[in-house]
């Protein structure tokens, strides 16, 4: 026996597929987006959110005793503010502590070094371990070196900054390769474009069946000085000392709150970023002024009573920095409801001047978040491009939930990223309130357009 539809339904069916057709996006949400625009750019809540994390809170580090406060307080934090379902997803994570550390000049004269040790790398052996330095640029001149002119030395890679993709791996991946040759140790050129003598951390991933040996970042102006000596004969003598190490996995969590959707609450669109940083500096831009951006951006869309279509979520990812473990565990935590995701915005890219999104979308999607992006031209941050995603969000990707990444300008970022000098007053009040725009915008429309985005890949692409 058929089922009988009244006529209010079928209106009501007949207005959702006009509205599909109807009304672009831009003129759809026009009002919304002024108003959360409004709010963003005479907020200042947001920001002193961003300040106590800074200050009170300081360096997360997973593992740390700080971080752990950070997780408790931003918990805290999304309850004060009315979001709903707030909880911390447990997430067991690496907790390698970096310990006293320094590097020395020996010959042909005797300087400390800047440096900074690398995530996860072992130590020395007491005392330290004192030898020849070999320098190199790339890969392809260690491996022209050979063996025998690599085994028992300290291998400096002196690799000039190429962008970070294109420069990262020396750093990643160059300690194993130099142990593969024999060496004793490694160093490499901080990956910055910026020289002032500062040192760059950053994790390093020992290579399985390769010996694993201290290594440790040196300030570009270290690392050209040693290089410009071994280019001219010189023989250069270096003293590492590292006492780092691994202690037992430590327990620790993503941090999420929500605001319900009104007529798909299964439906997610989830936005964030990482909440532990490195051991130095205070992790201002890497990562904090993204979650609290993040955060205030669910905040605004409920002071205006914005109640989305869908659900949004703000997520804190921990251990970003040296294990990826919080996307990971979010995506465990999700399970067989991953279909259900409509979204995933992820921000690590720093704070300064927005300048729109990179999205993983196919070309339709691309059209949609176009007009989105228009909404946002008022700020300066309207420029949508294929190319979208992060660490975090990774494993939600892989499964075919579309992605985008919040883009920045990035003028300075990679002079700050992974040092002591990444502290609150590099992250500009005014580019803060224009991230916390853009984030609030395109989460809030994401939320409730009334279609969905489709990933890349998907439906033959």
């Known amino acids: 026996m058929g089922r009988f539809i009244s006529v209010p339904v079928l209106l009501a069916v007949a207005g959702l597929c006009l509205g599909a057709d109807g009304p672009n996006l831009t003129d759809r949400y026009r009002a919304a987006a002024d108003k959360l625009t409004a709010a963003a750019m005479a907020d200042t809540e947001g920001y002193e959110r961003l300040a106590y994390l800074c200050y009170r809170i300081g360096a997360r580090l997973s593992g740390s005793p700080s971080l752990e406060r950070a997780i408790a307080w ?57 030898a020849e330095v070999v320098t190199v640029s790339s890969f392809e001149e260690l491996a022209a070196l050979g063996r025998d002119r690599v085994r028992g030395k ?106 319900p959707g009104r007529e798909r609450p299964e439906e997610i669109v989830v936005m964030g970023g990482h909440i532990d940083s490195w051991d ?43 294990g990826s473990r919080g996307g990971q565990a979010y995506r465990a935590w999700v399970g067989d409801q991953i279909g259900n995701h409509a979204a995933a915005i992820e921000m690590d890219g720093g704070a300064e001047t927005p300048r729109g999104f990179g999205a993983g979308v196919d070309q339709s999607s691309m059209e949609t978040l176009k007009q989105i992006g228009e909404l946002l031209e008022p700020i300066g941050a309207g420029e949508i491009t294929f190319g979208g995603g992060g660490e975090d969000i990774s494993p939600l990707l892989r499964e075919g939930v579309p992605g985008l990444a919040e883009r920045a300008a990035g003028t300075h970022y990679f002079d700050w990223h992974h040092t002591e000098a990444d502290t609150l007053d590099k992250v500009d009040s005014g580019d803060f309130r224009k991230s916390l725009a853009a984030m609030a915008v395109m989460g809030y429309v994401l939320a409730d357009m009334p279609g969905r985005l489709v990933a890349a890949g998907a439906r033959g692409q």
């Open 74 to 130: 931003s918990a805290e934090q999304m309850k004060a503010a009315g979001l709903s379902n707030v909880r911390v997803i447990p997430v067991k994570v690496p907790h390698w502590v970096r310990g006293a550390e320094s590097a020395r000049m020996l010959e042909p004269v005797d300087k400390p070094l800047h440096m900074l040790g690398l995530g996860m790398s072992v130590a020395t052996p007491p005392g330290g371990i004192a």
């Open 154 to 259: 300290i291998v400096l890679y002196n690799q000039a900054y190429r962008g970070y993709g294109e420069t990262v791996p020396y750093r990643t991946a160059g300690p194993s390769r130099a142990a593969a040759l024999g060496a004793v140790a490694a160093l490499v050129r901080s990956v910055t474009p910026l020289a002032l003598e500062i040192p760059h951390t950053g994790t390093l991933r020992y290579e399985e069946g390769q010996p694993r040996i201290p290594a440790a970042a040196v300030s570009p102006e270290d690392a050209m000085m040693i290089a410009r000596l071994c280019a001219g004969g010189v023989r250069v003598k270096v003293r590492l000392a590292m006492a780092a190490r691994m202690e037992p996995e430590a327990d620790s969590g993503d941090v999420i709150g929500e605001i």
């Open 280 to 322: 130095v500096g205070q992790g201002a831009q890497d990562d904090g002024a993204a979650i609290m951006a993040s955060l205030q951006a669910l905040v605004l869309v409920k002071k205006l009573g914005l109640q989305p279509r869908r659900t949004l979520r703000v997520a804190f990812w921990v251990n970003e920095e040296n």
